[in-house]
């Protein structure tokens, strides 16, 4: 699906698809009819243009454990990605409530309580940003806060019974090579250093004693991208080679590693490289999220796919796209919708730049092949007579329109990249 959007660099709110009709609450229902989509409609929960919500990395969850609590981080006029500024906030869905927690970076929530944990970076000398740093356990239920450990840069998620929490350290080294802790969750813990290993993102699998770690190798085609280690850091092996690396995670029943970008597919917990990879749904997603915990359902950015009968539809498109000079490199975080399944696979948070519910939205025609000087539309209804419109990540300008084409074009507006008609566009 291609589609096409007037509001190139808008910052939009956080997003919650309601696809039940038993949530309480007053917040914004919006309907979304010209996203072709059969989605029950979306709930609006914050809506500030001039921050930046953003629920969580993409493969991280944002929900709480009982789904009650939505996690995000705010940039409230920062730079993306400046811990130093970022505050976190969770909304109570129960009570239609925000919570501010106060300022901090990294939030994971543990796998069976309502608890959050998130870390407090201090401005170091010279220049360094990430020197000191605090792990802070905040139980969402009674109020409790606590420092928890000292000393972690990075964190990483809980293993299956959140007896311990996962994180990184080693200001000297690379993200990759730093070394990875595991904290004990209880009063005055001490953290306990897991002998060579090492890796990003640290994820334990929500059911089982296995940990992967994701190491960024692109030198030999069968080189490990991810490793497989027991919970005390022994027994390494390779889950994923570097010619199948891409964005992974576990299904919500933590039996398969799935791979994001392509058809829905996974490497088995119990079958570590070289081994098959099981095609688990004719559909395909940009994301490895999975939607609840029984390893049915997985969403991405606009499909959900149903793991049982080997389905997959669209149920939205969130429209969120960054647009910059191809001369510079954008992080991931400026652009990225981040859908997230709750854990009881009703509802689907994400957070677009754009407005669903006011800007003009039209779809490139069918059989588009080339953008010159005109670009063929459904529909230019909604646009202005003259102006700018954004495909994909290129800013195009027009100087008039006729009832299905935009003309008189000036492509790459801004620096920005080339787009042809393939692909998703806004």
């Known amino acids: 699906m291609v589609s096409l959007a007037i509001r190139p660099l808008a910052l939009a709110p956080l997003l919650i698809l309601a696809s039940t009709a038993a949530v309480r609450a007053k917040r914004d229902f ?19 243009p001039s921050i930046r919500d953003y629920a969580n990395y993409h493969n991280t969850q944002c929900s709480s454990p009982d789904g009650r609590y939505v996690c995000y981080t705010q940039y409230g006029g920062a730079r ?5 500024t970022a505050t976190i906030h969770v909304h109570d869905l129960f009570k239609d409530e925000d919570r501010e927690l106060g300022p901090g970076a990294g939030p994971r929530w543990a796998r069976t309580h309502n608890w959050l944990f998130l870390l407090r970076y201090h401005r170091g000398t010279g220049g360094r940003q990430r020197r000191a740093t605090d792990v802070f356990w905040v139980d969402l239920d009674s109020g409790a806060r606590s420092v928890l450990a ?15 929490l996962c994180g990184a350290g080693g200001s000297q080294r690379s993200s990759s090579q730093r070394r990875i802790f595991r904290i004990p969750i209880a009063p005055q813990p001490t953290s306990e250093e897991l002998p060579g290993m090492t ?5 334990p699998n929500p059911r089982h004693p296995i940990i992967f770690t994701r190491h960024d190798h692109r030198d030999a085609p069968f080189e490990a991208t991810r490793h497989w280690f027991d919970l005390d850091g022994s027994n390494r092996r390779i889950a994923v080679p570097t010619v199948q690396k891409c964005h992974l995670r576990w299904l919500g029943n933590g039996e398969f590693l799935r791979p994001g970008n392509g058809k829905i597919r996974g490497r088995r917990r119990n079958e570590p490289f070289p081994s098959n990879v099981h095609f688990l749904a004719t559909a395909g997603v940009d994301g490895a999220i999975p939607c609840g915990r029984s390893g049915r359902w997985i969403c991405g950015t606009r499909t959900v796919a149903d793991l049982c009968t080997g389905d997959g539809w669209y149920y939205i498109d969130p429209s969120t796209v960054f647009c910059g000079p191809r001369s510079k490199e954008h992080h991931a975080h400026s652009y990225t919708a981040a859908p997230k399944g709750s854990p009881d ?10 407005d669903l519910k006011d800007d003009a939205l039209t779809h490139i025609a069918r059989g588009c092949r080339r953008i010159d000087n005109v670009l063929h539309a459904e529909s230019t209804g909604g646009f202005p007579a003259t ?26 507006l801004y620096d920005t990249k080339p787009h042809t008609c393939s692909g998703t566009a806004q």
């Open 80 to 84: 993306p990605g400046d811990t130093l």
């Open 150 to 164: 000292d000393g972690i840069e990075e964190l990483g998620e809980t293993e299956a019974q959140d007896r311990w």
């Open 199 to 203: 890796g990003i993102q640290r994820m």
């Open 345 to 354: 696979a009703t509802r689907i948070c994400f957070a677009p730049n754009y």
């Open 30 to 48: 919006l309907q979304t009819p010209r996203q072709r989509t059969s989605n029950l409609g979306v709930w609006r929960t914050t809506n500030d």
């Open 387 to 412: 102006g700018s419109l954004v495909a994909r990540r290129e800013v195009v300008g027009y100087t008039r329109k006729t009832a299905n084409t935009f003309e008189d074009l000036k492509r790459q």
